[in-house]
């Protein structure tokens, strides 16, 4: 059954424009290491930290959180299922916690992005 759902938009040169200003800085304290690799390796990572950074917000939209609210940043971290090429969510701390805590037991997300989009769905589902 499904709980909750949220969806992001995020504008990638925003994000472009930010890593340009703060560099490591931004990234190290947004992102986990996995994702930095993953982003990183590609042709333009500012499209792939875009929409990390849009997953992250949707699922605090899920989680029914704000930013802030003691979940982290690196509480959501979001990989690639290589086998079917697909984006997958583990939570971490507080953000497992919430989940836990209003029911929600798997997040399925989707993200996609064209030309300076971004964008991000993710629905909370129980049992």
Not at 8 to 27: A, N, T
Not at 56 to 71: H, P, Q, R, S
């Amino acid at each position: 059954m499904i709980v909750r759902t949220g969806i992001d938009i995020v504008e990638i040169d925003r994000v472009e424009d930010i890593i340009k200003k703060y560099d490591q800085l931004f990234i190290e304290r947004i992102f986990t290491e996995s994702e930095i690799a993953y982003c990183q390796n590609k042709a333009k990572p500012s499209q792939h930290f875009a929409g990390r950074f849009a997953v992250k917000e949707a699922v605090l939209k899920v989680l029914g959180v704000g930013w802030g609210k003691g979940i982290r940043w690196k509480d959501i971290e979001i990989n690639i299922d290589y086998q079917y090429g697909i984006p997958t969510i583990r939570l971490y701390n507080k953000a497992k916690e919430r989940a836990k805590s209003i029911g929600i037991d798997d997040i399925h997300i989707s993200i996609s992005h064209t030309g300076n989009i971004a964008v991000a769905q993710a629905i909370g589902e129980r049992g």
